[in-house]
């Protein structure tokens, strides 16, 4: 699955050619002790391993097509002839006019 380096010069990109990108993490001694371990259990260095599990959580997240919040989309359509009941009463009590209020 890790593509070697010269793999990775072959894709384009908006911004031209892209080979591999350097960069600093800060991340939990705790997950960074586990993921080490785990690549050398593996036989891969910890760049592959960490290399794999970000393309790996990239391939679960929904596409930039979707939007996360569209699943909760008419999960209250029960409640529509409630909102209109509720509705009513608001108008019907805004329209009495209260008589003591005028004096």
């Known amino acids: 699955m890790f593509q070697r380096e010269s793999d990775h010069c072959l894709g384009s990109h908006?911004?031209?050619?892209m080979g591999l990108m350097k960069t600093?993490?800060?991340?939990?001694?705790k997950v960074f002790r586990r993921a080490k371990s785990k690549a050398a259990e593996q036989g891969i260095p910890l760049r592959q391993f960490v290399t794999e599990a970000v393309e790996q959580k990239l391939r679960e997240l929904p596409s930039s097509g979707e939007k996360p919040w569209m699943k909760h989309i008419g999960?209250?359509?029960d409640l529509h002839k409630e909102t209109e009941r509720i509705d009513k009463i608001i108008e019907e009590t805004f329209e009495t006019i209260d008589e003591e209020m005028w004096k």
Do not use: S
């Open 14 to 17: 908006k911004y031209g050619k």
């Open 24 to 29: 600093t993490l800060e991340i939990p001694d």
């Open 75 to 77: 999960k209250l359509k």
